[in-house]
């Protein structure tokens, strides 16, 4: 399988620890994001990374999150402290950067990673 | 600021029929837009994109989408539905003057349903 994958699947943890979530995007893909889905609502944007530089973030990520991408390939998203709000899909896609720039290139996302946090 | 709107949480279609799933936008400027489907437990999946040229774009599984830029719509279409179309939906908008190269805005996603 070629596409983005990422993991864990499926994680549960208590309210004030730390979790890490890894992406490993689309092997030839320069541009990698990071989204949060909520139930009933479509995925939000969070952070973008083109190579190993985060060029954009949203200000939904919060001083508590952090994500690194150190060689340009996969990709690292942690959440510090966690809260019940942060209980959320988090999905990552990657796309092939074009001459046209990235607003017109497709994003591929993987499965996600579910967050619980109790 | 960009926006993207799904009138209808839920569309249901006997299998067979035609069905469409609405979509409308708004932009400052040009948009690119952007279907995905989701299935349970699954991430997005590329449907089909309208960038520029022919207003009519084919995709993926049979869908088209039909860019309407004095209606700011950009609905999907498929003239004969199948059970295993049964899905979430999600539109999607960038604007192409946005100054956030990056900037993708789903809408809230519209569930379909295909009864046999």
């Known amino acids: 399988d070629t596409g983005v994958s990422q993991n864990p699947r499926h994680k549960i943890t208590k309210r004030g620890q730390n979790v890490t979530f890894r992406c490993d995007p689309i092997?030839?893909?320069?541009?990698l994001y990071w989204y949060r889905q909520t139930l009933g609502q479509g995925p939000e944007f969070l952070t973008y990374?083109?190579?190993?530089?985060?060029?954009?973030k949203s200000r939904l990520l919060s001083d508590r999150f952090s994500a690194e991408r150190p060689k340009g390939s996969f990709s690292t998203l942690e959440i510090q402290r966690t809260e019940q709000g942060d209980s959320a899909m988090y999905l990552c896609?990657?796309?092939?950067?074009?001459?046209?720039?990235?607003?017109?290139?497709?994003?591929?996302f993987g499965p996600g990673t579910r967050l619980t946090v109790l | 600021a960009q926006s993207v709107a799904q009138p209808e949480d839920q569309v249901n279609v006997a299998e067979g029929n035609p069905l469409t799933v609405k979509c409308t936008y708004s932009?400052?400027?040009?948009?690119?837009l952007f279907w995905y489907v989701q299935y349970p437990n699954r991430g997005l999946q590329f449907l089909l994109k309208?960038?520029?040229?022919?207003?009519l774009v084919k995709g993926s599984y049979g869908f088209e989408a039909e860019f309407n830029k004095s209606q700011t719509s950009f609905h999907l279409k498929k003239p004969s539905a199948l059970v295993s179309d049964s899905a979430l939906y999600f539109c999607a908008v960038r604007d192409m003057w946005d100054s956030s190269a990056s900037k993708i805005i789903f809408g809230s996603g519209t569930r379909l349903s295909i009864r046999p």
């Open positions: 990374f083109q190579n190993e530089a985060q060029l954009e």
């Open positions: 932009v400052s400027g040009n948009p690119y």
């Open positions: 309208y960038i520029t040229g022919d207003n």
């Open positions: 092997s030839e893909h320069n541009r």
């Open positions: 896609a990657s796309s092939l950067g074009t001459l046209a720039g990235a607003r017109t290139d497709t994003q591929y």
